[in-house]
């Protein structure tokens, strides 16, 4: 019996939506409940973690399963959906060999401890980027993925011509305007974080060792027309906890807060360290010039945490909408909550505005059972203050929702927000399309899928 079908499992990171599934297909002209718009045309892609062997199901973690990307084509008013799993090297050995190779992070420990250095698997899980006309899957412990459209099919890894020298972040910010994409590397060992400027003809060309005090988990960074921004948050690698069987990072405020902003071709000698309030962040929104000032936009918890902590709320370590503003000529920072009711994360805007100014936000709201899944999207406005929620009603779990614009869009949310959605008592999936600017009505589609999707990280949008 596979993991999917075995109700006993009791890591909730393998049971209800979270478990895996192994087909891979490809369904046409599917079922829609109400109209897809003609004015939507392009891909709605969603990746995360799909275990194809699990090496110990207690100490699985959500952030070792293997890749798998879910696509839904809109054309024409027609809908496709594609799934396949990220095809790397490691997934491709142990299918050969018919069983696992590769140890989950909760093993690392023990396996340290005995002498044997782990080996991890880069397994692609985790976002995707498109720029330079190719989409890329990504995990921040490895080299990117490239895959085609539209068929999703992994083609090889991608070192931008043998230019990139380090890890590669599941979040890297495209500049729009100039084809730039900006990235960097973490690592637990020195250098622990290398940032790169990659050209819009695709080679890293600016690459630089910025000098944080020690290794963090790093998960996002922001950028706005002249700077990049690093939160050096304590998250720190901590191998004395992890040969003792706790987790690989741990919370460690005595490391200090700091968000470091540093000119686009800048480096350790122009960067500019800003101390902030004991916070964490996994994501950014947005980040923007204005004046003297730098306004940095984020999900901030009271602490970071990548497992639930002994004797810590699960909301200390849930995000809630967050702005800080930086100021470059004093040194001054500002700090304050954008919306203090919801627990949110997955914070996302249209895109062609990373960098510069925004005015809406889009936030996947947490069920309040202290579980890490959605019930519900955001839609905060930075210009009014106002937050609107669209609930997806009783039983349902959602994720990561983008924003994909109408063709010849004009406002900032001409478009749709786009995720899938989980149907707890019937085990359906849907892929809800809403118009953002009737954000609290029903959705003006919900597609059928013809297989659970199961819940993932990210989510994007490639338009046509
Ligand atoms: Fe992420």
């Given at each position: 019996m596979s993991i999917a079908e075995d109700t006993t499992v009791t890591n909730r990171y393998l049971s209800g939506n979270f478990r895996p599934t192994y087909d891979e297909i490809t369904a046409e002209n599917l079922e829609v409940i109400g109209e897809i718009p003609a004015d939507l045309q392009g891909h709605f892609l969603r990746i995360g973690p799909n275990p194809y062997y699990v090496p110990d199901i207690e100490k699985y973690h959500i952030f070792d399963g293997d890749g798998m990307i879910h696509g839904v084509q809109f054309e024409n008013g027609t809908a496709t959906y594609r799934n396949k799993f990220i095809a790397s090297e490691g997934l491709r050995e142990e299918r050969e060999a018919g069983h696992w190779i590769y140890p989950g992070m909760n093993m690392y420990g023990e396996l340290i401890a005995k002498g044997k250095m782990p080996n991890g698997k880069n397994t692609g899980n985790t976002a995707m980027v498109y720029h330079n006309d190719q989409l890329f899957a990504l995990m921040e412990g490895g080299t990117p993925y490239r895959l085609s459209l539209p068929d999703l099919t992994t083609e090889g890894e991608h070192d931008f011509d043998g230019t990139l020298t380090h890890n590669f972040t599941a979040h890297p910010k495209v500049d729009v305007k100039t084809g730039e994409m900006m990235t960097f590397g973490y690592s637990p060992m020195p250098p622990f974080l290398t940032y790169s400027v990659v050209s819009p003809a695709g080679k890293a060309v600016h690459s630089k060792e910025i000098t944080i005090p020690k290794g963090v988990m790093m998960h996002d960074c922001g950028i706005t027309e002249n700077y990049t921004i690093f939160p050096d948050l304590p998250l720190v690698f901590d191998f004395d906890k992890l040969m003792s069987g706790e987790s690989m990072v741990g919370w460690d405020p005595d490391n200090g807060f700091r968000i470091g902003i540093v000119p686009r071709l800048g480096d350790d000698s122009s960067i500019r360290w800003f101390e902030i309030e004991e916070s964490f962040l996994f994501h950014v929104s947005n980040a923007w010039e204005e004046g003297d000032e730098v306004v940095f936009q984020a999900c901030r918890s009271n602490r970071g945490g990548i497992e639930a902590t002994e004797g810590v709320d699960m909301t200390e370590q849930f995000g809630q909408l967050h702005e800080w503003r930086f100021?470059?000529?004093?040194g001054e920072v500002a700090s304050k909550k954008l919306d203090s009711e919801h627990y949110s994360d997955f914070c996302r805007i249209n895109d062609n505005l990373a960098g510069r100014k925004n005015r809406y936000i889009y936030s996947a709201r947490f069920k309040p059972d202290g579980v890490a899944v959605f019930d519900g999207e955001l839609k905060y406005d930075n210009e009014t203050g106002e937050l609107q929620v669209h609930e997806f009603g009783p039983g349902k779990e959602s994720g990561e929702a983008i924003f994909a614009p109408k063709v010849d869009a004009i406002d900032e949310d001409d478009g749709y927000v786009i995720c899938f959605v989980y149907d707890t008592e019937s085990g359906a999936s849907e892929c809800h399309v809403i118009d953002a600017k009737k954000f609290t009505d029903e959705p003006v589609a919900r597609i059928r899928i013809p297989h659970r999707v199961p819940h993932g990280f990210h989510a994007s949008w490639v338009g046509r």
């Open positions: 100021n470059m000529k004093t």
